[in-house]
C-alpha cells in the first residue's frame, strides 16, 4: 500500500470538506444561529488547518491508485468526514457528548436517517440543513464528488469509483471514469431540483421542502418533524415523496439509458422488475392484512392515521413499503403498532434493500436474486446432476465470480449482524429493539421497532450501544468488505 498516495487523496478530500462546511454557515448567517454558526466556523478552521498542513508535508508523487489504495482512500474518507463532521453539532451543545454527534453524523453521511434527537423542530435551521445537507452528500457518495474532480490532480479515479459505488457490479456510463461521476451527480441533481419544487408548489414550506428532499433523494429519511412525513397528513406529500424513494432506489445507469431513449432495455431490467414486483406484493399483502385486522388494536399513536377503510391501508402500506424496501426512513404511520406479520415483513425489506447503484442501502436485490437464481440451479442439478445451466441477469450469463461473491456477502452480513445483535443485547437491550436496530442500521434504513420505532428515536440507547451501532452504518455503506480489510494484516503489506 502506498500510504503517501492515500494521505494526499484524503488531504484533499479534507479540503474539500472544508468549502463544503460553507453552505451550512451561509444558512447560520441567514436564521442568526449564533452558536451553530461559531460551531461551524470553528469546524472550517479545524478542517482547514488539518487538510492544508496534511497536503503541504505530502507533495504529490506521480503513482497509480492500486486497490489495496483506494479501499484505504474510500474508508479513511468516510471515517475522517463524520468525524469532522461531527463538530459543529457537539461545539454548538446540540449534543452532549461527542458520541451522540458522532451517531448523528454517521446515520447522516451514511444516509442511515437513525437520530439520538428527541425533538428535532427545537434544533436551529442550520443544524437540520447540516442533518439532511451530510446525508445528501453521502447519498451519490462524497468520494464520487471528489472522482469527478479527480483528473484536475493527476489521479486516476477508476478503483476509488470501484470500491465508493454499490453492489456487486459497476456499470461505467462513460469511457472516462469522471465522466461517469459527473454524469451520475448531474442525473443526482436533476432529481433533487425536481422533488424540491414538487414539494414546493405543494404547500411546503422551502426550507423544510429542501431538508426533506435532501434526505428522501439520499434515502436517509431526517425529517424536520418529530412525526416525520405523517407530520403533514398530506396524500399529495406521501405520493410524492414515496415516488421519489422508488426512483432513488432504483439504479442510476437506468436513468441514463432513459436518456438515451434505450427503453427496451429499462424494462428489460431484471433487478428492477425483482425491485418493482417485490414492492408491489408487499403493499398488497400490507394492505390487506391491515383491513381484515381488528384496527382498534394498532390505531393510536398518531393522530390523524386511521385504518378502517381499504383505501387508507393501501395508503398507509404503500408508504411504509417503499420507504422500507429502499432503506429511506421516513413515517407517514407508526409501522411498530400494526400486526407482527406486517413488522417483520418491513424488517425483512430492510435486509434486502434497494438496487445496486442506487442511494439505498442493505444487500441489494440484485445479489438476493442471484442468490434465489442459484438456488433454483443447485435444485436442478440434483435431479439432472450433468446439466450445465447458467444464471442470467438481463438475458446475459453471470460470471460465477459475482455468483460467489454475493453468497459470501450474504453470508458475511448475517454473520455481523448477529455479532452486532449480540453485543447490543451484551448491553442489556431487549432482544426486539436490539435486532431490529442492528438491521436497520447495517441496511442504513434508519427507524427499527419497539425503543428505536419509527415514532422513537435511538437516545436512550447505551453510551457504548452508539458506537457500536455507528459501526454498523458505517459497515453498510462500505459494503462490509472496504471497513473489515482495513484490519487485517494483508491489506497492508506490500
Known sequence: MNIRIVL???????????????????????????????????TIIITGILGGLSKAFLRKKESDIGIRDSIAIVTFSWVICIFLGALPYWFSGVCTTYCDAVFETTSGFTTTGSSI???????????????????????????????ALLPAMGISGYQLFSAEVSGPTTDRLKPRIGETAKLLWIIYLIVTASMILM????GMPIFDA??????????????????????????????????????????????????????????????????????????????????????????????????NDLGNCFRYAFFQVITASSTTGHASADFDLWPNSCRFL??????????????????????ILLLLKSSMREFGKILRPRMVKHVKLNGESVNEEII?????????????????????????????????????????????????????????????GKWVLSFCMLLGRLEIYGLILIFLPITWKR
Open 8 to 42: 494526499y487523496t484524503v488531504s484533499n478530500l479534507v479540503l474539500m470538506l472544508a468549502g463544503i462546511l460553507l453552505v451550512p454557515l451561509g444558512v447560520a448567517f441567514y436564521y442568526k444561529d449564533d452558536a451553530a454558526g461559531w460551531g461551524f466556523i470553528y
Open 117 to 147: 434527537f428527541k425533538d428535532v423542530e427545537v434544533l436551529p435551521h442550520s443544524i437540520l440543513f447540516w442533518r439532511a445537507f451530510t446525508a445528501w452528500l453521502g447519498g451519490m457518495g462524497i468520494i464520487v464528488i471528489f472522482v
Open 199 to 202: 414539494l414546493f408548489f405543494g
Open 210 to 307: 429542501i431538508c426533506h428532499c435532501f434526505s428522501t433523494v439520499s434515502t436517509a429519511g431526517f425529517s424536520t418533524k418529530n412525526t416525520s412525513i405523517a407530520y403533514y397528513n398530506s396524500l399529495y406529500m406521501e405520493i410524492v415523496i414515496a415516488t421519489f424513494m422508488f426512483i432513488c432506489g432504483c439504479n442510476f445507469s437506468l436513468y441514463y439509458q432513459c436518456f438515451r431513449k434505450e427503453f427496451k432495455k429499462v424494462l428489460r431490467n431484471s433487478e428492477l422488475k425483482f425491485f418493482a414486483g417485490l414492492v408491489l406484493m408487499a403493499i398488497v399483502y400490507i394492505a390487506l392484512t391491515l383491513y381484515f385486522s381488528r384496527p382498534e388494536l394498532f390505531t393510536g399513536g398518531i393522530k390523524g392515521v386511521s385504518y
Open 346 to 367: 418491513l424488517v425483512l425489506l430492510m435486509f434486502i434493500g434497494a438496487c445496486a447503484g442506487s442511494t439505498g442501502g442493505a444487500i441489494k436485490c440484485v445479489r
Open 404 to 464: 460467489t461473491e454475493s453468497s459470501v456477502f450474504f453470508v458475511v452480513y448475517l454473520g455481523f449482524f448477529g455479532i452486532c445483535s449480540l453485543a447490543l443485547m451484551a448491553l442489556d437491550t431487549d432482544i426486539i429493539t436490539a435486532f431490529s436496530a442492528v438491521a436497520t442500521c447495517m441496511a442504513n434504513c434508519g427507524p427499527g421497532l419497539a425503543k428505536v420505532g419509527p415514532m422513537a428515536n435511538f437516545a436512550d440507547v447505551a453510551y457504548a
